[in-house]
């Protein structure tokens, strides 16, 4: 309103046309101009001002904003990175150089460029047409040196009309995304590699398993070392080589090759090196090339015959003892052997050691059964100690021999459970391996039974002493009833052919004449001391012949009464006048089969014991009877008697029931025991039971020929004619 009054006001002024009305009106019009514009320009500042005040504003918080940015802004003159018209404080940490000293040096980009980086960058940016936006990676030299990776986005910034205003540039660090992407990188590698080390691991667990499956599937380790050899070549390895220990000597007992291994038609040896041989002794296992060693260097020769990349020789080892060694060769390209490699055929050594550990503890477990079986049935008897005197081991022969039961003395300190064993051990001849011509002792132990004899020696080794006794009680008395029966059988001899001798030289005398009276009863002596001497000397014969089993015996039926009867006549006609000899046998006795001869010899002997142990006379009765489908031939007699503790003992070889002829009995021993012998090998039996109160019964029994025609006596160790 104000300005169409100042136009009008103008236009007054050029219609006047006095000069003092041209100079009033203008005066009129300005002092109406200065009322209007005045105010007008009062109002104008005031909003300059305030709008002035609204841009410091905004500016401050644009920078506010833009300082406030996790990157650098940089703004330019369109076209020329030389010139800044605004960085932001960020650039300091980022490259360690000011605001100020980006605005105050012009050309510091170009400098702050890798050296890399400086060319591509800069044809980028040069190549950018007409504001093209740009995009791209590179590096920055910070002031400390750093290699600062830098993202740059860069646009144009332009007014309403299209004219471009300036280059807005943001830097944004991207250290911490490279390092992120590098770690993520690192992480997808480490990650891979586990996988592969996973894959690799569950393959070694795949591979120990499998063979430890195939070593404990069977008792035969060979087999089962071929079989693991295969799955070594098959995983780990170009050629698997096993070798063992045989009697002290290292030999070649597996040898296994990949399908590939043998294309130069090289192939280890028959025999194991000396390197593996030291491997085997030593127990040091060893890999080649050495853990460490990065250099290839030239083929390996560990194997005879074999040029290997790497090798692996672990020994095998139970409880110390070397066993063997496994060998392993990788012969291709592939890597060398690492620790890892190492501890797994480490791993698969201890399983093969250990299983041919349990194969030879098999095989012991075995003959030791197979001793214990012996050991049961061997007729010595066998005591173990161990290096402590304990007993460990106490046969059933022992415990026959001493009557000690076995359950009384194992674990137990011998010199506590065995009586007299203290004294004893001090005696017995202990060597340190076992000896057929060893010097043993004959030493009396107590028992249960009395006092027995043993024959006893001992064998010393790493684990004890084992003894070994028989019991020698029997022998020892057949030898002391031996040298009483020489010593009778010379007495018995001696007095015959003592009187035959002086007989015959009281004849041959003829210093003196003697009648027909006294020469008769000189040859009477002669005859009766030959007859004597004549079953003496039969006897002993006839021993000897039932010992050597060549006595032959003829069976045929006999009248048992009959022969009764004929034995009991001719025994009358020398039997002394205090004892009287009776005879009694029912009528219709069975016939008897046996051999005539030797069952009068039987009864004879018998008879002629009767009235021999009867000194003082008395009534001698032979009795014969059935009984239980046997002919029993009885011989009674009121004599000295047979003790209880010699019942048992009169039918053995050399034994006396009088062996000091205190009684005056004589005799050689042999006769009840050739009535045994005799009597057994017609199938028959003997016995002897006291008769009453004074003298014994001696009972024999005979199968009758009825029972022998439905088969043939029991012949024992003799050859029987019938």
């Not at 050495?290 to 080892?317: H, K, N, T, W, Y």
């Not at 029997?474 to 015959?496: M, Q, W």
């Not at 205190?662 to 008769?691: D, F």
Request: charged residues 30%; glycine residues 8%; aromatic residues 6%.
């Amino acid at each position: 309103m104000s300005l169409v009054l100042i136009a009008a006001g103008s236009v007054l002024f050029v219609l006047l046309d006095q000069r003092n009305e041209r100079i009033a009106a203008a005066a009129g019009l300005f002092a109406g101009a200065a009322l209007v514009l005045i105010p007008l320009a009062i109002q104008g500042r005031r909003r300059e001002q305030e709008q002035r005040a609204e841009i410091d504003r905004a500016e401050a918080r644009y920078r506010a904003l833009l300082d406030g940015l996790p990157l650098v802004t940089w703004l330019t003159d369109s076209g020329d990175r030389s010139s800044s018209l605004y960085v932001s404080p960020s650039i300091g940490d980022l490259t360690g150089y000011s605001p100020a000293e980006w605005m105050e040096e012009p050309g510091l980009f170009a400098k702050l460029l890798h050296p890399e980086d400086r060319a591509r960058v800069l044809a980028e940016l040069e190549g950018a047409v007409n504001g093209t936006p740009v995009r791209m990676d590179y590096r920055l030299l910070a002031r400390d040196g750093r290699a600062v990776w830098v993202r740059d986005e860069t646009v144009t910034v332009r007014d309403p009309a299209g004219e471009a205003l300036y280059t807005q540039t943001f830097l944004r660090d991207l250290g911490e995304l490279r390092r992120s992407e590098d770690q993520r990188e690192r992480l997808q590698v480490a990650e891979r590699a586990a996988a592969e080390e996973v894959a690799e691991r569950q393959s070694r667990l795949d591979l120990v398993r499998r063979a430890g499956q195939e070593l404990s599937s069977t008792l035969d380790p060979r087999a089962a070392l071929s079989r693991v050899a295969d799955l070594v070549v098959r995983d780990l390895a170009d050629w698997c080589v096993i070798d063992l220990m045989d009697e002290g000597d290292l030999k070649r007992a597996v040898v296994a090759r990949a399908e590939a291994a043998e294309v130069d038609g090289r192939r280890p040896g028959d025999k194991p090196s000396s390197e593996i041989g030291a491997v085997a002794e030593t127990g040091e296992a060893r890999i080649l090339p050495a853990l460490g060693d990065g250099a290839d260097g030239e083929p390996v020769r560990f194997l005879d015959g074999l040029a290997a990349r790497s090798v692996i020789c672990v020994p095998l080892q139970a409880r110390k003892q070397p066993l063997g060694a496994v060998t392993i060769a990788r012969t291709g390209r592939g890597a060398k052997y690492d620790a890892d490699d190492f501890a797994l055929a480490q791993d698969l050594a201890v399983r093969i050691g250990l299983v041919l550990d349990r194969g030879r503890l098999h095989n012991e477990v075995e003959e030791r059964a197979d001793a214990a079986r012996v050991l049961e049935h061997v007729g010595d008897g066998i005591l173990l100690l161990d290096r402590n005197g304990v007993i460990r081991l106490w046969n059933p022969a022992a415990e026959a021999i001493t009557g000690i039961d076995a359950k009384s003395v194992l674990g137990r300190s011998a010199a506590e459970a065995i009586p007299g064993w203290q004294n004893a051990a001090d005696q017995v001849p202990v060597l340190g391996s076992p000896d057929p011509g060893h010097e043993e002792i004959t030493i009396p132990i107590d028992t249960g039974r009395g006092e027995r004899w043993i024959s006893i020696s001992g064998v010393g080794f790493f684990g004890g002493t084992v003894y070994a006794f028989r019991d020698l009680t029997d022998v020892r008395r057949l030898e002391e009833i031996k040298a009483d029966f020489i010593a009778t059988a010379s007495h018995e001899l001696r007095t015959p052919l003592a009187a035959i001798y002086g007989a015959a030289q009281t004849l041959m005398r003829h210093d003196f004449a003697l009648d027909e009276g006294g020469r008769e009863r000189f040859v009477s002596l002669i005859a009766d001391e030959s007859e004597r001497l004549g079953r003496i000397v039969n006897e002993i014969l006839l021993a000897n012949q039932l010992d050597a089993g060549r006595l032959d015996m003829e069976f045929e039926p006999f009248d048992p009464a009959d022969l009764a009867e004929r034995v009991v006549e001719a025994t009358r006609a020398y039997a002394p006048p205090s004892v009287t000899l009776t005879y009694s046998a029912p009528e219709g006795l069975p016939p008897v089969s046996a051999d005539l001869d030797m069952a009068r010899q039987v009864l004879v002997n018998l008879v002629e014991n009767a009235i021999k142990y009867s000194p003082d006379g008395g009534h001698v009765e032979v009795e014969v009877d059935e009984h239980d489908g046997n002919v029993r031939f009885a011989v009674r007699d009121e004599g000295l008697g047979i003790a209880p503790d010699d019942q048992d003992r009169i039918f053995e070889k050399f034994y006396r029931a009088d062996p000091q002829m205190v009684r005056g009995v004589g005799g050689t021993g042999l006769g009840l025991y050739i009535c045994k012998e005799l009597v057994s090998r017609m199938g028959g039996t003997i016995w002897v039971e006291p008769n009453s109160d004074t003298g014994s019964a001696f009972f024999f029994e005979l199968q009758t020929a009825d029972v022998l025609a439905h088969g043939n006596p029991e012949p024992g160790r003799l050859h029987f004619k019938h």
